[in-house]
């Protein structure tokens, strides 16, 4: 049964702190997003990526968060700095696309950020 | 962009009864509606989805509903028992690679024993 997963499963930090987040896509996808979800705004997506490359990251704060994926298996989300109103929680999913085609996505258990 | 718009916020229903969540969407070219289900403090699952070349689909006690004309697609849940207490979420995009999903808002459903 494969899984999305997601490391750390909780952080708790202080304000100014760099936050790293980490993401394992199922392996074999080749699409990977960056939500965040908090009670107020519900499921916000920040960034995803096909085959390592951004497509989209228009929903990022860009003055503070930066994500990348270094290899196919590895995607990261960093805060640096960080401040209380990024306390959230951060799922990653994945995702396999062929060509044009329709695709599924999977959710990781998610990283609770608590910024204090 | 896609917009999607969900309701109710919160269902409580008796258990055995059912329960229909409804969301709306603006982008006439979006085509895949997927549903996904979130328990406390997990992720959220895929339930059930739906592709605009049909008008509904079924999954045991659970049904989707499409309306491209309206721009509408309804969840349904038959005989509902307590483990279908969640936080269920639509969600629409447009049936190609290169798009991501809008989420609606969530509707947290009670099922009450």
């Known amino acids: 049964d494969a899984r999305v997963t997601q490391t750390p499963r909780d952080k708790v930090t202080e304000m100014g702190q760099e936050v790293t987040m980490r993401c394992q896509p199922i392996?074999?996808?080749?699409?990977v997003f960056w939500y965040r979800q908090t009670m107020m705004q519900g499921l916000e997506l920040l960034a995803y990526?096909?085959?390592?490359?951004?497509?989209?990251d228009s929903g990022m704060p860009k003055d503070r968060f930066s994500a990348e994926m270094p290899d196919a298996t590895l995607a990261t989300l960093k805060i640096q700095p960080s401040e209380p109103r990024d306390s959230a929680v951060y799922f990653c999913a994945s995702g396999l696309v062929i060509g044009r085609g329709s695709y599924e996505q999977y959710f990781g258990p998610g990283t609770r950020l608590t910024v204090t | 962009g896609e917009n999607v718009e969900q309701h109710p916020s919160t269902l409580s229903v008796q258990e055995g009864d059912s329960a229909v969540i409804k969301c709306t969407y603006s982008d006439s070219a979006s085509n895949y509606f997927p549903w996904y289900k979130q328990e406390l403090g997990k992720r959220p699952q895929l339930i059930i989805d739906i592709r605009s070349n049909v008008g509904e689909k079924k999954d045991q006690r659970i049904a989707v509903t499409l309306n491209k004309t309206a721009k509408h697609f309804s969840l349904h849940i038959t005989e509902t028992q307590p483990e279908d207490s969640a936080v269920y979420f639509c969600a629409a995009r447009m049936d190609t690679g290169r798009r991501a999903l809008t989420f609606g808002s969530g509707t947290r459903l009670q099922v009450q024993p």
């Open positions: 392996l074999g996808h080749n699409t």
């Open positions: 990526f096909r085959n390592r490359a951004p497509l989209d």
